[in-house]
C-alpha cells in the first residue's frame, strides 16, 4: 500500500459499481475520515450507505463536495464534462476532481483550460469493472492488482498529478500516465472493439442454439451483457479511434475468412498462433 497520507473527505459522484468499489477500497483501507456518496436516486444512496461503501450520502451535490479534497466521479461521460464544472464551483480550493470515464479525450480537451472553478481536474480511468452494474456489485479489492490510467497534460499541476498517482496506488492499482488521445488509442483496440465484438457475435447466434451454449461462447461474449445505453455513449465519444481499430480487425478476420475458403491450413494455424501469442503474454 501506498505512504499516501489519508484523505479527510472524498466525495463520490455517482456509486454504482466502480464509485462504490472506491469508496469500500478507502474505507477498508483507512485512508479517507469521511466517504460522501452523492447521487440522483436516495433508495441507491442509501444502499450504498448500509453496505459500508460511504459514510454519508446527499443527493445535493454542492452539499457534497463543499468540504471534499477529492472529488471522483462516476457518471456516464456525456454528464462528466459538465459535472466536473459543477463540483469546481462548489467545493474547496485546490481540490482535486477526477473521473472515472472510459474514453479520455473530448472530456480532457474540454477541461484543459481550467474547470471554471477552484478545484483541479486531472483525468483518470481504471481498468477494472465488470459486465455487472450497481454498487451491490462493488467490491473494495476491485482495483487491486489493476492499471489506472491517468491523463494529465504535459503542463498539468505537478502535485495534483502526484496526488492522483497516490491515490490509485493506495487502492492496489498499476498507474500507467498516457495522453488522452493514447488512452483513447489504446482502449478502443482492448476495451471498445472486443465489446463490439462480444455483442456482435451474441447478436448472430441463432437463439435455437443458446441453450446449448457453454463455456466459449460465455467467456467470449460476457461483455455484452452490459448497459447498451452506457456503451452507445462510449463508443459515440470514442468513434474515430474504435473506427480504426476495427479497421485492424476487420483485416485479420478477413485472413482467417480467406484461410478457411481456401483450404490454407498453414495459414489458418499461423493466425491462431499470432492470437495465443498475444493472449499468452498477457498472462492470467
Known amino acids: ?20 468499489s472506491i469508496g469500500l477500497g478507502l474505507r477498508q483501507r483507512g485512508l479517507a475520515d469521511r466517504v460522501v456518496g452523492i447521487g440522483r436516486n436516495p433508495q441507491r444512496l442509501e444502499i450504498a450507505r448500509q453496505l459500508g461503501a460511504v459514510t454519508s450520502i446527499t443527493s445535493q451535490l454542492e452539499d457534497g463536495v463543499c468540504r471534499a479534497d477529492l472529488v471522483v466521479i462516476c457518471t ?11 463540483v469546481a464551483a462548489a467545493c474547496p480550493p485546490g481540490a482535486l476532481i477526477t473521473d472515472a470515464g472510459s474514453t479520455k479525450g473530448s472530456i480532457c480537451r474540454a477541461l484543459r483550460e481550467g474547470t471554471g472553478g477552484a478545484g483541479v481536474f486531472i483525468g483518470s480511468h481504471p481498468m477494472a469493472g465488470s459486465e455487472k452494474s450497481g454498487v451491490r456489485h462493488a467490491r473494495a479489492n476491485l482495483f487491486e492488482n489493476r492499471v489506472a490510467i491517468i491523463t494529465p497534460w504535459e503542463d498539468s499541476d505537478g502535485s495534483a498529478v ?19 488521445e493514447e488512452h483513447d488509442a489504446a482502449v478502443a483496440s482492448i476495451s471498445h472493439v472486443p465489446h463490439l465484438v462480444a455483442a456482435a457475435l451474441a447478436a448472430a ?8 451454449a457453454a463455456g466459449g461462447w460465455r467467456d467470449t461474449t460476457r461483455v455484452a451483457g452490459a448497459n447498451p445505453a452506457l456503451w452507445q455513449q462510449i463508443l459515440g465519444q470514442n468513434r474515430l479511434h474504435v473506427l480504426q481499430s476495427l479497421d485492424k480487425f476487420e483485416k485479420v478476420l478477413s485472413a482467417f475468412r480467406h484461410a478457411l475458403e481456401g483450404g490454407d491450413f498453414v495459414q489458418l494455424e499461423q493466425l491462431l498462433q499470432a492470437g495465443k501469442q498475444n493472449r ?3 498472462g492470467g
Not at 500500500?1 to 462504490?20: F, N, Q
Not at 502526484?162 to 500507467?176: A, I, K, T
Open 76 to 86: 456516464p461521460v456525456e454528464r462528466i464534462v459538465g459535472q466536473v464544472r459543477q
Open 1 to 20: 500500500m501506498s505512504d499516501v497520507k489519508p484523505w479527510d473527505t472524498v466525495a463520490i459522484l455517482g456509486v454504482g459499481l466502480i464509485g462504490g
Open 162 to 180: 502526484q496526488r492522483l498517482g497516490e491515490f490509485w496506488s493506495s487502492l492496489g492499482s498499476r498507474v500507467v500516465r498516457l495522453t488522452p
Open 205 to 212: 447466434t441463432p437463439s435455437e442454439h443458446l441453450e446449448v
Open 280 to 282: 499468452d503474454a498477457l
